[in-house]
Structures are given as C-alpha cells and as structure tokens.
C-alpha cells in the first residue's frame, strides 16, 4: 500500500496554510513501509498556565496510536507554567473538549484539558473551568446562552501595533480602519483568512469577523452557545490564532489598551440571554438591574487593565459607574434596537476586556442574572392546582 495525493506538493490547500504534503506522504509511506498498516496522530493538548496578571495558553503533542479513540489524561511540569513548585511539580491535563486539528489536518486533533491537581484529581486553583461548570449545572434550567466578540490587536515583535508604521510614528487617526478595505487601511488580512478558515474547519462556532477601529486590531465572534461550550471554543480558537500568528511573525495582543492615547482599547463584548430573556423584556430590564448591584464583582473579575479601557471614552461606560441603555455603545450594558422593538431576546456586557477569563465572565453572568431570576422549574410549581396549563401554540 502507498499513499499518493491529487495535490501540487507545496500548494495552499483548504485553509490557506502552506502544507507539506510531500514531505507528511513520505513519512506515512516510510510507515507503512515498517509492515504496520495504521499510522499514529498527534493530539495537541491545550491549557491555561498560572501566568499573572493575565493566563497565557501553553501547548505540547502527544501522539497517539492509531487505534486510540479518545486522549488520555496527560500532565505537564507546573514549576515551569507558574502552576506548582520544583517539589511537587507534577499537574495533571484532563481533556474536556476535542476537534481536528485544521493546521496539521489528517486525523490530527486538538485537545483542550482542564489542570488538576496531580496527587487528588481536584480542581487546580488556576483551573476557573471546573468553577464555571459547577454554576452552569446549578442553573442549567434558565438554558442561559452567551456569543462573546474576541477583539484582539496584532503586534510585531518589537512590541509596535502591527498596524503603525515599521520606522517609527503613528498612522492616521482612527476613522478609515473600522471594517475597511484596502492597502494602508486593513493590516493583517491573511493572518485573519487563515484564522476563520481554521476555525470553520475545526467545527468551531465562529459567527463573523471584522476589522477594527484601531489598526491592526481585529475581532471574531463565537457563540451563541451555553457557558462552557462558547468558552472552550473561544480558548481554541485563540490558541489557533497565536499559532497562526507564529508563523507570519506576529503577535497576538490580548491587552485591553495595547497602545496608549487616542486608540481604542480591546474588549469582549458579551451577549448573553436566559429563556426568560428570549420571551420577555422585563426579564431583560431584570437582568441589567441584577448586575447594577454587583458592579465591583464583575469589573474585577473582567481582565486584567480594565481601568485603562474603560474610561468614558472610545465607546466605553466608566469602570465604575453602571449603566444600560438601548443602542448605547456608551453604557455598560447595551440592549440591541430591534431588542426593545421585540420586547424580547439578549443584552450585551460591554465591559468584559479582550484579556477576561471566559470561563469567569459567563460564570458571573450566570451567577448574578440567574440567581435574580425565579427557576422556570419554581415558577410551575407556584401555578395554581387545578388550573390547566394553556395549550401549545396558542397565545392569549
Ligand atoms: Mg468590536
């Protein structure tokens, strides 16, 4: 048996990456070739370190035989990802959520793991995952739903927006550059192209791209997804981003405010909604007022420099002083138009910063609005005996 391919070696298939296919069909055949009829695959596992004030997202491969279904637990050496010490070094990845690999393609996947600890199987205290899932499941009966837009700025190494200049100076003041096209108005496009690309092709729930305000920064959409799924597709999808990146030779900025003076910060507006939500605007009207009460909780809680970005300025609320509005950009929280005209649907959390814990946005969210609402299980069981429930489908 011998492996041939359709395929120019070298060309750019699928996803714009530039694959080496003579160079993996060599390797398959000169595997083949050893009398064993399956090859192995590479899982690339995925976590979040301890890195403060912000987490970076570590990776290493395992390969698999082919014969193996699902990755096993692995583990990694903490001392060296700011999770353990020297002495007890030892941290343990739990996979909680596979794809394809669209960059090594084949039977290649992606492995995001949950940290634990090693000795016990617990939670690792950086592990805001497990925490999320807990308030997920207490308040699984609202079905709240999350799409969160990842704006990021893309840098060079030198630590420069890639958008300004190479030798020095800034570009013309922001105006041009939100959802533009052409040459000196959008940097970065490739870049971009590949990241969607791979994004569709490793299933994830990418809803959208667009260019932004300040140049060189971009955004893409995920969701809209309960808790854990639109976080854990939104780790994946920034891990594919800075790997992409890697190879163009540049940096994916998550800092709220990459660059100082009249630019616009980065952020990850997050629209939510509970079932209540999708069918009632008062429901929505209590959701904002819930999260005027816990003003500090959240803001403290949505990444790092966030009194950098929130400042009244730049289509920002101030940090520290709550607001809703509909169709404001200058409030903390704004409901959509066509929201208000419905009388139903979502709100959206402007505040969270590109850099917030996912994990730890929708948790809060989860926490504040749904421990505000009455359990759709509570609220039939308050119905009066006796009454008949009304029938499907007619509306009084
Ligand atoms: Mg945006």
């Not at 959509?336 to 850099?355: F, H, I, L, S, T």
Request: net charge neutral; charged share 25%.
């Amino acid at each position: 048996m011998e492996l041939h391919t359709p395929f120019t070696f070298g060309q750019r298939v699928g996803n714009g990456t530039l694959f080496d296919l003579s160079a993996y069909l060599s390797q398959a055949n000169a595997w083949l070739s050893t009398g064993r009829n399956t090859m192995p695959y590479q899982a690339e596992y995925i976590w979040m370190d301890g890195h403060q004030p912000t987490p970076m997202l570590r990776s290493k491969t395992k390969i698999l035989d082919n014969s193996v279904k699902t990755p096993p637990i692995w583990g990694f050496d903490g001392s060296s990802t700011e999770q353990a010490t020297g002495d007890r070094s030892d941290c343990m990845l739990l996979p909680v959520f596979t794809c394809p690999d669209p960059l090594r393609g084949g039977k290649n996947i992606l492995v995001l793991c949950e940290v634990r600890l090693a000795q016990t199987g617990e939670p690792h205290p950086t592990n805001t995952r497990a925490k999320c899932a807990e308030t997920a499941k207490k308040f699984a009966a609202h079905q709240m739903i999350f799409g969160i837009e990842q704006e990021y700025t893309m840098m060079r190494t030198n630590g420069r927006p890639f958008g300004f200049p190479e030798e020095g100076g800034e570009p013309g003041p922001q105006g041009p550059y939100y959802c533009g096209v052409g040459a000196g108005r959008v940097m970065g496009r490739e870049i971009i192209e590949e990241h969607t690309w791979a994004c569709i092709e490793a299933g994830l729930m990418i809803e959208g791209t667009n260019a932004e305000v300040m140049p060189g920064q971009w955004e893409y959409q995920i969701g809209a997804a309960d808790a854990l799924t639109v976080s854990d597709h939104l780790m994946v999808a920034r891990w594919l981003i800075e790997r992409i990146a890697e190879d163009h030779d540049v940096v994916i900025s998550l800092a709220a405010k990459p660059q100082k003076g009249d630019w616009n910060g980065a952020g990850a507006h997050t629209n939510f909604s509970t079932k209540a939500m999708r069918s009632s605007y008062e429901a929505i009207e209590a959701a904002c007022e819930a999260l005027s009460k816990r003003v500090d909780q959240h803001v403290n809680n949505y990444g790092h420099d966030i009194e950098s970005r929130l400042t009244g300025k730049h289509e920002t609320a101030p940090y520290n002083k709550f607001s809703f509005g509909v169709s404001n950009r200058g409030a903390s929280v704004r409901i959509p138009w066509q929201v208000a005209r419905d009388r139903k649907g979502y709100a959206e959390d402007r505040r969270p910063n590109a850099n917030c814990d996912p994990y730890v946005v929708t948790q809060l969210l989860l926490d504040t609005v749904c421990s505000n609402e009455k359990t759709p299980a509570k609220a039939a069981a308050k119905k009066p005996a006796g009454k008949k429930p009304a029938k499907k489908g007619k509306k009084k």
